[in-house]
């Protein structure tokens, strides 16, 4: 069955990065574009970072544009997002998503907090 497993999260200073990664299995990785989402307390889930299966195309959310950067090893079934500057706003449980065959799965999500 499809598992996405995401690790990396933690509580980090304003100004700081993290690194987030998700373990992907159970489909063919390698063939199908990759979603990073957030959801922060008491807001709706926001699409953050888009990449296509390949790895030769991205997309971001304007509040991350120049601070994230997603990433895929198709070799390791593995996606990335690499967050710098993060600020207190960037607090929210990040979640690896995958559309296939018109259903979305998710991650379980890691919580990521931006705080002094």
């Known amino acids: 069955q499809v598992q996405l497993v995401e690790s990396g999260g933690g509580l980090v200073q304003p100004g700081g990065s993290l690194r987030l990664s998700c373990a992907a299995s159970?489909?063919?990785?390698?063939?199908?574009?990759m979603n990073w989402y957030r959801q922060a307390p008491g807001k709706e889930r926001e699409l953050v970072a888009v990449?296509?299966?390949?790895?030769?195309?991205?997309n971001y959310a304007d509040s991350v544009k120049g601070r994230f950067t997603i990433s895929r090893d198709n070799a390791k079934n593995t996606e990335y997002l690499q967050m710098i500057s993060l600020k207190p706003e960037d607090t929210a449980v990040y979640y690896c998503?995958?559309?296939?065959?018109?259903?979305?799965?998710w991650g379980q999500g890691t919580q990521v907090t931006v705080s002094s």
């Open positions: 998503n995958a559309r296939l065959w018109g259903v979305d799965y």
């Open positions: 990449i296509t299966s390949a790895g030769g195309r991205t």
């Open positions: 159970g489909f063919t990785f390698r063939s199908y574009g």
